[in-house]
C-alpha cells in the first residue's frame, strides 16, 4: 500500500522565548524575564512537524515549502530539526533572494500565560507569492493534500496572484485536498481583508480556523467562547453556513474551540448535528498544567490532517475520512505542545504511545444540539 504525501506550505522561524515576561510596563526592570529561550518554530515548521509525528510510516511523505534565510547561523539548525523529523525541506526562493533573513519571533510570556508576539521580519508565509513558479507548483500538487500554514492574507495584486496558483494546483491534481488556517489580525482592514482571505477560501476544501478567526472572517463579534458547550456549537455552525454558501469548494470546516475542545462541520451537516470532539482539562487559560500556548494551533492543524489521512486509509470503500478520529488527534497533540516551552518541543518529548492514549481517551460533546 503506498504511504500518504502531504505539502505544507509556509514559514520557519526562530522564536525567542521570553518567560514570566513583566505584564505591566510599569513592573519592567533591567532583568525583565526569568529566562530567555530559543526554539525552532514558524507555522509551517509547526505544522509539518506535527503532520510527520503521526505519518511516520513506510512510504509516508511530508515536505515543506519555504523560503531559507542566508543566515546560515540560524536557518541551518533549523533545516537539521527537519531533518532529523523526517520533513524534506523545499526552498523555493530563487538564488537573487539570498539576502533573506530567518525570521525571528520574540515570544514574551507573561505570568498569565499569555503571549505577545513581536516580529523582528514579517513572517508571513515565508515566501512570496512569485517563488511559488509552475515548478514549485507541480511538486506541491504530486501530493495527496497541500496544507497553507498561518497564511496572513494580503489585499491587492497578491492576492489575485494567489488565487491564480491556488486554481493551477487544483488544475494539476483535481483530487488533491487543499486546506489551510489563517493568522487573524486585530487591525485588518475589514471587508478588504475578509476579501484576501476569499482568495484561497475560494479554493480550500477543508478550512481549520480557531473560533476567533472564525468570528473576524464572518464579521461576527459575538463572544461564543463565553457561552456553554450548546450555545457555542450552535453559533459556530451558523458562521460556517455563511461560508459554505459563498464558497462552493469548502466542504469541511475545522474549528478550534481552545478549552472546548474542537468541532467539525462538514457541507453535508451543517444543518443537522455536526462532530463536535471534548478538550482536555489541560487546555485551560491559566491552568497548572498550561506551560506555553504558542504553536498549540498549529499542533491541531498538523495532527488533524494527519489523523484524517490516516482514518482514510483505514476506511470503508468510500474512502471517506474519520473527522470524529481527526479531530480527537488535534486535541490531543494541542494539548501536549502546551505543557513544553517551544511550539514543537512534545513532537521530541512525547512518546506516540502516550499521545494514543489520550486520543484514545476522549469521546464525542454528549451535547450537539443547537440548544443551550
Not at 48 to 61: C, P
Not at 245 to 257: T, W
Amino acid at each position: 500500500m503506498s504511504g500518504h504525501s502531504v505539502a505544507v506550505i509556509g514559514s520557519i522561524a526562530l522564536d525567542i522565548v521570553f518567560t514570566n515576561y513583566p505584564l505591566h510596563q510599569e513592573e519592567r526592570s533591567s532583568n525583565q524575564c526569568d529566562s530567555i529561550d530559543l526554539f525552532p518554530g514558524g507555522s509551517g515548521l509547526n505544522v509539518a512537524s506535527a503532520v510527520k509525528y503521526f505519518l511516520n510510516g513506510v512510504g509516508d511523505t511530508v515536505s515543506l515549502f519555504t523560503q531559507v534565510g542566508a543566515d546560515k547561523d540560524i536557518s541551518s539548525p533549523l533545516l537539521e530539526v527537519c531533518r532529523n523529523r523526517g520533513i524534506k525541506v523545499h526552498d523555493v526562493a530563487p538564488n537573487d533572494c539570498r539576502l533573506f533573513k530567518t525570521p525571528r519571533v520574540a515570544v514574551l510570556l507573561n505570568n498569565r500565560k499569555e503571549r505577545t508576539f513581536v516580529a523582528a521580519r514579517d513572517e508571513g508565509l515565508g515566501l512570496e507569492t512569485e517563488h511559488l513558479t509552475e515548478d514549485v507548483l507541480k511538486s506541491i500538487a504530486t501530493h495527496d493534500i497541500v496544507v497553507f500554514a498561518g497564511i496572513t492574507p494580503r489585499s491587492g495584486l497578491a492576492v489575485a496572484e494567489m488565487h491564480a496558483k491556488l486554481r493551477t494546483i487544483r488544475r494539476l491534481n483535481p483530487k488533491c485536498i487543499i486546506a489551510g488556517d489563517v493568522i487573524a489580525c486585530p487591525d485588518s482592514n475589514g471587508p478588504l481583508w475578509r476579501g484576501a482571505i476569499g482568495s484561497h477560501l475560494t479554493n480550500y476544501n477543508w478550512f481549520l480556523p480557531s473560533v476567533d478567526e472564525l468570528a473576524q472572517i464572518t464579521d461576527d463579534q459575538s463572544d461564543i467562547m463565553g457561552l456553554t458547550v450548546g450555545q457555542s456549537i450552535s453559533g459556530c455552525k451558523a458562521r460556517v453556513a455563511f461560508l459554505m454558501d459563498q464558497y462552493p469548494f469548502l466542504s469541511v470546516v475545522g474549528i478550534k474551540l481552545d478549552s472546548q475542545g474542537s468541532l467539525v462541520c462538514r457541507r453535508s451537516d451543517v444543518g443537522d448535528a455536526s462532530v463536535a470532539v471534548a478538550g482536555y482539562s489541560a487546555l485551560t487559560r491559566h491552568g497548572a498544567n498550561l506551560v506555553d500556548k504558542n504553536g498549540a494551533g498549529d499542533a491541531w492543524v498538523g495532527a488533524f490532517i494527519a489523523g484524517a489521512a490516516l482514518s482514510t486509509s483505514m476506511a470503508e470503500e468510500d474512502g471517506v475520512p474519520s473527522f470524529d478520529q481527526a479531530a480527537k488527534y488535534g486535541n490531543a497533540a494541542a494539548s501536549r505542545c502546551i505543557k513544553y516551552l517551544g511550539s514543537t518541543t512534545w513532537c521530541d518529548k512525547d512518546s506516540m504511545k502516550t499521545l494514543m492514549e489520550s486520543i484514545n481517551s476522549v469521546t464525542p460533546f454528549p451535547e450537539v444540539s443547537d440548544g443551550p
